[in-house]
């Protein structure tokens, strides 16, 4: 297990390490001037000169990767033009909205997955219907889903609320304990608050999960299949188990396992979805943050947003393989796996 | 082939269209077109069909329906849909339909563009890769996962925002994004194909180098390549449009169906659905009738195969 671990990390490591020269050219080699960018096309060449010699820019270009690197990693990620704050506490105020947004997605992605691949092995035509259900999610575009159900459970049917963001405008948010605006008002016994903010989450989260929604749904429906025809479920039914138990005892924990290694492609659809969820619905999370950075041409918070998704979402594939490692062992005994 | 790749073809194929038997030539009597072979494939022909019908309504629909798309005015502006506007009008008086089959032309273009140069790339890279051996594979693979360590929507963000925003800087941000997973498909199949017997056998022969390539790798890898970029199609019209719909990809006046919808987006909620229902619409058909293709593709080629997601 020992000697598996540490091929992963140290693969994972150089991925990461590949990943921020990626980051670095993509952000800093490729623009014409990244200085332009922050003073303006109006300003003069003494004022370029300047800004460019104080950001650095004036530096051999394995020099400024080396800034780059030692200032990430010693976390001075820059200071954002366009909202007067240092990147890092910019996003460290918003990512609490980001993670429960993303948790909730989570959620409801992976048991909307369980229940209707279940259900899909009871009739032809529930599964007929799943099947297709999820493969129109696969090729729905998130943000035009995101308005569809607005127009649909807010305007016409006023079920839900609108694009308000995380609770409604007359609603104080609970004091801050964990970030999360449902953990921290159960907590604090403000039930008003709580439902409040469930309300809000409802349809953002539906439509973050939609896609990996499709995603899971068809792979543990392909799983669960693989496995009721295992010989070892039809012993369990000849002994004398229910349908019901054989499937939920016996089917679904092994089906369930791959699926595991889909949840690191989950993450990937979430982050990459929360960018547009967010906008539309006016959540202030980091997602929403990168699109009105850009929107002011401030570039500071997309260079360190994208290494940042690049470190997460190397980290979740590196914990998903040890787990997946650590729970099944033909894993992690196999030998040669190509490079 | 061994017995067990005979066990593998003959067991049962978990994909989720309809599982037909292994496309051969004894499906279709002799004398019959071969285009009746689509009828046991229903997916595969749906989506084929609504594919072509919005390939035409992109190529001719313009010329057909002369609506402006770009001047401003003011007097029609926000109109339901009617039968002079059957898409109804956007907040400049643009009518939508007009709009709308002009934005088909970009997004098919696009995807067509992107999945076709991903697929050459990411092809080349892949059959480079799987013909070194040792450390040399590795150093390309490695390279490729760097890549693909970002989340593709991302990563296709931060290459189109330091190219200059536009659809062609869109486009070459969502190509660079899926050019690894064609690499890493196409890599497994090539380093399968040349342990198989017959490679084995011309190398035996004496083929040049060159020629176990064109004649053996190269066409074992088409189907593989084909249906990846079928996939790989979908994927990048709805990242172009993503890529509209945050303002980075096609600007204004263009009507890209991300950008109008994006526009749309404070006339919807007030009400004026038309403006973002369409486009959106029209996104939701050109993606799922590429995943439809994919599939049945996969389904007609290689069921066993094993594709990434993209």
Request: include cysteine; charged fraction near 15%.
């Amino acid at each position: 297990m020992i000697r598996f671990a540490t091929g992963k990390i140290a693969s994972s490591l150089v991925t990461v390490l590949g990943a921020s020269i990626i980051a670095f050219i993509v952000m800093r080699v490729l623009p014409g001037s990244p200085v332009r960018l922050i003073v303006g096309a109006l300003a003069s060449q003494a004022e370029v000169n300047n800004t460019q010699r104080a950001l650095g820019l004036d530096q051999s270009v394995p020099v400024q990767y080396w800034d780059y690197i030692s200032n990430f990693v010693r976390g001075d990620w820059g200071f954002s033009y366009s909202v007067g704050e240092p990147v890092r506490s910019l996003l460290a105020t918003r990512f609490p909205a980001s993670l429960e947004l993303g948790c909730c997605a989570f959620l409801f992605a992976f048991g909307g997955a369980i229940v209707l691949a279940i259900l899909s092995l009871t009739s032809a035509w529930v599964e007929r219907f799943v099947r297709s259900f999820a493969f129109l999610g696969l090729g729905t575009p998130v943000f035009w889903l995101a308005l569809i159900l607005l127009v649909v459970f807010s305007q016409s049917l006023h079920l839900l609320p609108g694009p308000e963001g995380r609770l409604s405008l007359n609603v104080q948010p609970p004091p801050k304990i964990t970030g999360f605006y449902t953990i921290d008002s159960l907590v604090t016994g403000r039930f008003g608050t709580l439902w409040n903010a469930i309300e809000h989450l409802i349809l953002p989260a539906l439509c973050l999960a939609f896609a990996p929604f499709s995603f899971l749904v068809r792979l543990l429906r392909s799983n669960l299949l693989d496995v009721t025809r295992e010989p070892f479920m039809a012993v369990a039914r000849s002994k004398g188990v229910s349908r019901s138990l054989v499937i939920l005892r016996h089917g679904l924990p092994n089906a369930f396992l791959p699926t595991l290694t889909a949840s690191a492609l989950v993450f990937a659809e979430l982050l990459a979805g929360s960018v547009l969820v967010e906008t539309v619905f006016d959540w202030p999370g980091v997602g929403a943050l990168v699109v009105q950075s850009l929107e002011n041409k401030d570039y500071v918070v997309m260079q360190t947003f994208i290494l940042l998704s690049a470190i997460v979402y190397v980290t979740v594939n590196l914990i998903v393989d040890l787990l997946y490692g650590a729970i099944d062992p033909r894993i992690r005994l196999a030998r040669g796996t190509p490079p | 082939m061994s017995s067990l790749d005979a066990m593998d073809m003959t067991r049962g194929i978990t994909t989720d269209t309809a599982v037909a038997p292994l496309a051969s030539d004894e499906s279709v009597p002799s004398g019959r077109h071969w285009l009746w072979r689509l009828a046991r494939y229903p997916a595969l022909t749906g989506g084929l069909v609504i594919f072509i019908v919005l390939g035409l309504l992109a190529a001719f629909g313009p010329l057909v329906w002369k609506g402006d798309t770009s001047s401003v005015n003011l007097l029609s502006s926000l109109l339901p849909p009617s039968l002079a506007h059957p898409m109804g009008t956007d907040e400049f008086g643009r009518d939508v339909l007009a709009r709308f089959l002009i934005g088909a032309r970009i997004s098919l273009l696009v995807g067509l563009a992107v999945s076709g140069f991903g697929a050459l790339i990411g092809g080349a890279i892949g059959v480079v890769a799987g013909g070194l051996d040792g450390w040399r594979q590795g150093v390309i693979m490695r390279m490729m996962d760097a890549v693909l360590a970002f989340p593709p929507l991302i990563l296709a963000m931060s290459v189109t925002v330091a190219l200059g925003v536009g659809i062609v800087t869109g486009s070459i941000g969502v190509l660079v994004g899926s050019v690894p997973w064609y690499a890493r498909v196409v890599r497994s199949e090539v380093v399968r194909l040349r342990n198989t017997p017959f490679v084995e056998a011309s190398k035996a022969l004496g083929a040049s180098r060159r020629r176990i390539y064109l004649h053996h790798i190269v066409p074992g890898v088409l189907p593989t390549l084909v249906i990846q970029a079928a996939a790989a199609f979908g994927y990048s019209i709805l990242a172009l449009a993503a890529l509209g719909f945050v303002g980075l990809g096609a600007q204004i006046p263009t009507p890209e169906w991300g950008a109008m919808i994006s526009d749309g987006l404070q006339y919807t909620l007030t009400g004026q659905w038309w403006i973002d229902v369409f486009p959106g619409l029209g996104l939701l058909l050109a993606a799922t009738s590429a995943n439809l293709i994919a599939d049945g593709l996969r389904n007609m080629l290689d069921p066993r195969g094993v594709y990434a997601r993209v």
